[in-house]
């Protein structure tokens, strides 16, 4: 049977609240910065091991993607700010864009 389920193609598809391309720079930087540190031996200056540091640095780089790259407030930090620390109350109501989806479609009907 073929699917015809309508899609939602007006959304950037998301997982975990991030964007796919997000949430790869996130991914991506958390896996590199580990096998960095996982691979490089301590180098110490001072009497510090800096590998540790080094690899906070490349880790955050994903986290500061993300940060930069939300929808609508790249250029306007207040906006950004006001993201995550703004307080946003959710009212359940009916869609504001009721065209989004496909209604004219013959969907299948299941039987049990």
């Not at 880790?59 to 995550?84: D, E, R």
């Not at 620390?85 to 009907?109: H, K, Y």
């Amino acid at each position: 049977m073929e699917d015809v389920t309508p899609l939602n193609l007006e959304d950037a598809p998301k997982l975990f609240g991030l964007r796919y391309d997000q949430l790869i720079w996130c991914l991506g930087s958390f896996l590199v910065s580990t096998q960095i540190y996982s691979f490089f031996s301590p180098f110490y200056v001072a009497g510090q091991d800096l590998r540790l540091y080094i690899c906070i640095l490349i880790g955050l780089v994903g986290p500061v993607y993300c940060v930069v790259t939300i929808q609508g407030a790249a250029g306007n930090w207040g906006a950004m700010l006001n993201h995550f620390t703004g307080a946003s109350v959710f009212i359940p109501g009916p869609d504001p864009n009721p065209v989004r989806f496909l209604i004219d479609e013959d969907l299948p009907q299941f039987l049990e």
